[in-house]
């Protein structure tokens, strides 16, 4: 089973700021690496797969880069609804498998 | 846009089988893979299996092959069972379309397993 690793567990920014998110797989998983936002009581959302690619309807200041082993999600310019747990995950193996969160808060 | 619903009950006994249903509205289940996941309050996301459209399916080997996810084509839905559930099962069960990565997601429904 492929381990994701997520860093850091918490991530305390400013709204305005830049986020750097990252993301470490035990072993090659590609680019087929997905991240998620998940907000309190509701269900994760994608924001990106293929390591790069924003789904449809996620703004521009989401971005997504790496293959192989390490991968980074970049939230520019926070805003207040972006201040969720985040989840990377991998399906380049079965069985599919996620990181263990990184949350997003507010400094 | 495709929506799934997750619908079953929200109590199962130790022991027993727990059963979930997702009803897929606004698009045909056809050509896709069906997905389920999981996630005990508090915890992160676990991959549980999933379904082609066709019947095909494939499982997460940490369920012990408790877990059996089928198709019902004609009623646009796919289902969940699981046997044998302990407390450890307690979670909110999401359904999800699979394309590579999940997308969309179902709302979720907590079960939980308690005598």
């Known amino acids: 089973e492929i381990v994701m690793t997520q860093s850091p567990a918490t991530l305390s920014v400013s709204p305005g700021e830049r986020a750097t998110l990252s993301c470490r797989a035990s072993?090659?998983?590609?680019?087929?690496l997905a991240w998620y936002q998940q907000k309190p009581g509701q269900a994760p959302r994608l924001l990106i797969s293929?390591?790069?690619t924003r789904a449809t309807g996620i703004p521009a200041n989401f971005s997504g880069s790496g293959s192989g082993t390490e991968f980074t999600l970049t939230i520019s310019s926070l805003q207040s609804e972006d201040f969720a747990v985040y989840y990377c995950q991998q399906y380049n193996n079965w069985p599919y498998t996620f990181g263990q969160g990184t949350r997003l808060e507010i400094k | 846009q495709v929506q799934l619903q997750e619908s079953g009950p929200g109590l199962v006994k130790p022991s027993e089988t727990l059963s979930l249903t997702c009803t897929v509205s606004a698009g045909s289940i056809g050509i896709f893979y069906w997905s389920w996941i999981r996630q005990p309050p508090g915890k992160g996301l676990e991959w549980i299996g999933y379904v082609y459209y066709s019947g095909s399916t494939n499982y997460n080997p940490s369920l012990k092959s408790r877990a059996t996810i089928s198709v019902d084509k004609p009623k646009n839905q796919f289902s969940l069972k699981l046997s044998s559930v302990t407390a450890a099962d307690t979670a909110v069960y999401y359904c999800a379309r699979f394309q590579g990565a999940f997308d969309p997601w179902g709302q979720g429904a907590l079960v939980t397993v308690s005598s």
């Open positions: 072993q090659s998983v590609s680019n087929n």
């Open positions: 293929g390591a790069s």
